[in-house]
């Protein structure tokens, strides 16, 4: 216990040395600890009840009420994170997460489509960012999305504290965007960016990301409209009337799922799952995104004209669903980097769920905007130090003397396999505290 207890002061202490008052400095590391910790719920009141009885106002002013900027230890989460997975070999995972929530006063809370149960539920949208290498996710951004019954309630907003730069409507992939931003500026590095079809389905989203000169790869529904790569721009002989001003597709643009009818697919397997390689068939190719400006052409009225050349890729899953996906990669790239990539998106949805599981994520239990998001900062903070320790921990183990090769039946020797991404989380975290060491908690910072 007390190395654990060393452990996260240590690492807590740049995100302190922002915090500025030391009752600041004290709650900080106490919230972060009984997210960490042990016990069914991680709302305010039992955490206090289980580690500082005697300190529930003060844990509960630190995040609902107390006076205090959230940028600062953003920024340094961003920096952490990138120490941690950040360079050319990250992604940056686009993504959004349901809270699910009964009432209708906490803040953002709306009946609105929850990925997480694949239907409409009354529920929190958190928009997510996530950086990972090695299939080891840091979440470095959880933006709550405000629908349309929110924004258009001026009184309801201010209830809930909602500031005034954020009291207008904004769509999901907009706050996106505002968020990479925001992560660029703090120097994080990544290779690609990756998103469902929620956000690759929007044309200004994918086009933010190459103003930005982003490498990305998005999901899209079967009905995205796409040109052959090889379309042509011409101008057609009127018999009568003025000449065209305006150049129009040699030929019309077809759905996703209709260009790639009649392709070849390839089977692959990108990684190795708990129960054995995961597989399933791929097919590619260069098309262009029929997301330009809308033009009339002949006598479908208006469409949309031939944008940047991309990949078109598709994926024909075992259970038979068939995927689309768009990206910028480079025109050499194989398919079977196309399908590692797009299927790089997995750990974000594993770190939610690891979020709300062993953390509390969707535990708070107050209304307000900035309570809200001052606990999952928190949550953020505590998940980033259990991903230091389990790389911390693989370094231990990578140093140590390599165990002699086992050998099968036959004599051969036999490599021991990697530990999954999963199984290696759960064993970052079954190395914390118990509740019977929790109860002398911590030193507190001064």
């Keep these: 216990m007390a190395r654990w207890n060393d452990e996260l002061l ?77 360079g050319t070999g990250a992604v940056l995972i686009v993504d959004d997460t349901a809270l699910p929530k009964k009432g209708k006063h906490s803040v953002g809370v709306a009946p609105q489509y929850a990925s997480a149960l694949g239907k409409n539920a009354n529920c929190q949208t958190l928009v997510s960012l996530t950086l990972t290498r090695d299939e080891v996710p840091v979440v470095v951004g959880l933006r709550l999305f405000l629908p349309e019954r929110w924004t258009g309630d001026l009184a309801r907003m201010e209830r809930a504290g909602v500031p005034q730069d954020h009291r207008q409507l904004r769509t999901k992939p907009e706050m996106a965007l505002d968020e990479i931003d925001r992560l660029m500026a703090a120097g ?26 982003l490498v990305w790869a998005v999901g899209i529904p079967k009905h995205q409209k796409v040109y052959p790569a090889d379309v042509s721009l011409i101008f057609p002989v009127a018999g009568r009337g003025r000449p065209r001003k305006n150049p129009i597709p040699d030929m019309l643009s077809v759905s996703a799922e209709a260009m790639l009818a009649a392709a070849s697919w390839t089977s692959l397997s990108w990684r190795t799952g708990t129960k054995g390689p995961l597989k399933a068939a791929f097919a590619a190719m260069r098309i262009r995104v029929a997301d330009g400006p809308p033009q009339r052409i002949r006598d479908k009225g208006q469409q949309h004209m031939p944008g940047q050349e991309a990949w078109l890729i598709g994926e024909l899953r075992v259970s038979g669903e068939r995927k689309y996906y768009l990206s910028n990669l480079p025109a050499n790239t194989g398919l079977k980097t196309l399908a590692a990539v797009i299927k790089a998106r997995w750990v974000c949805e594993q770190a939610h769920q690891q979020m709300k599981e062993e953390l509390g994520l969707d535990h708070f239990e107050g209304r307000s905007w900035q309570g809200l998001h001052r606990h999952t900062l928190m949550t953020m903070i505590a998940y980033a130090f259990l991903q230091h320790r389990r790389l911390g921990q693989a370094g231990r183990e990578k140093k140590s003397p390599a165990r002699p090769a086992s050998a099968d039946p036959a004599g051969r020797a036999t490599r021991r396999r990697r530990r999954p991404h999963a199984k290696a989380t759960a064993r970052a975290m079954s190395a914390l505290p118990h509740q019977a060491a929790m109860e002398p908690l911590m030193k507190l910072p001064k």
């Design 10 to 86: 240590e690492w807590l202490k740049p995100f302190l040395d922002k915090l500025g008052h030391k009752r600041r400095r004290q709650m900080c590391p106490l919230y972060v600890a009984g997210l960490i910790g042990p016990g069914e719920r991680k709302s305010i009141e039992p955490m206090a009840a289980r580690l500082a009885p005697n300190r529930y106002d003060r844990l509960h002013h630190f995040i609902s009420a107390g006076v205090w900027d959230a940028g600062p230890l953003e920024e340094e989460l961003a920096i952490q994170a990138d120490r941690m997975v950040g």
């Design 188 to 213: 994080v590095r990544f290779g690609t960016v990756l998103a469902d079809a929620g956000y690759g389905l929007s044309a200004s989203f994918r086009h933010g990301l190459s103003a930005r000169n």
